[in-house]
T-cell receptor
Framework: AQSVTQLGSHVSVSEGALVLLRCNYS??????LFWYVQYPNQGLQLLLK??????LVKGINGFEAEFKKSETSFHLTKPSAHMSDAAEYFC?????????????FGKGTLLTVNP | GAGVSQSPSNKVTEKGKDVELRCDPI?????LYWYRQRLGQGLEFLIY????????KSGLPSDRFSAERTGESVSTLTIQRTQQEDSAVYLC??????????FGPGTRLTVL
């Protein structure tokens, strides 16, 4: 079974600082990989996705993530944090093969942005 | 356009009661998914519907859980004889393609 590990349940950065949220997955077959964001009292919103094209994926709101097969990682970054980035972020990976609709999520990382 | 909607937004019930949660997918989306999010945990896959194909029920945690979907429209998730460990946020998602799921706001279920 797939597993997703998000290092750090809570990350705090200053406004304007680099944001780095870590995600590692367990699979020898590169699946689809996703980052979702959840703002308070809202549903999950897709931030970006990797679907076996370019390894550096750009998403909304200035976020990007790099797929590194050798490290089984898909870390999320943003060069300069904004107050509006404060939210919970979830990394997810799809099952390989015919069940690629089935997503396994990490436990989430709560991002706090300090003024 | 309208997104995925779920009702109720909050549900408080007593242990042993049955509950029904509703999901309205985005119009035209053939795929529909249910997930469960327990406090401090990631989302857990419950069930997947695709058109008129047999659903993938492999994530349902027990036979107290069931879900139905009529065609490509509304879905209901039913939990019978609720237990305290069923307390969670239940999220529904829909998609046209498997690589982009659109999530609803969820139903927060509290079992007393």
């Amino acid at each position: 079974a797939q597993s997703v590990t998000q290092l750090g349940s809570h990350v705090s950065v200053s406004e304007g600082a680099l944001v780095l949220l870590r995600c590692n997955y367990s699979s020898s077959v590169p699946p689809y990989l996703f980052w979702y964001v959840q703002y308070p009292n809202q549903g999950l919103q897709l931030l970006l996705k990797y679907t076996s094209a370019a390894t550096l994926v750009k998403g909304i709101n200035g976020f990007e993530a790099e797929f590194k097969k050798s490290e089984t990682s898909f870390h999320l970054t943003k060069p300069s944090a904004h107050m509006s980035d404060a939210a919970e972020y979830f990394c997810a990976v799809s099952d390989p093969g015919g069940s690629n609709y089935k997503l396994t999520f990490g436990k989430g990382t709560l991002l706090t942005v300090n003024p | 356009g309208a997104g995925v909607s779920q009702s109720p937004s909050n549900k408080v019930t007593e242990k042993g009661k049955d509950v029904e949660l509703r999901c309205d997918p985005i119009s035209g989306h053939t795929a529909l998914y249910w997930y469960r999010q327990r406090l401090g945990q990631g989302l857990e896959f419950l069930i997947y519907f695709q058109g008129n194909s047999a659903p993938d029920k492999s994530g349902l945690p027990s036979d107290r859980f069931s879900a139905e979907r009529t065609g490509e429209s509304v879905s209901t998730l039913t939990i019978q004889r609720t237990q305290q460990e069923d307390s969670a946020v239940y999220l529904c998602a829909s998609s046209l393609w498997v690589d982009t799921q659109y999530f609803g706001p969820g139903t927060r279920l509290t079992v007393l």
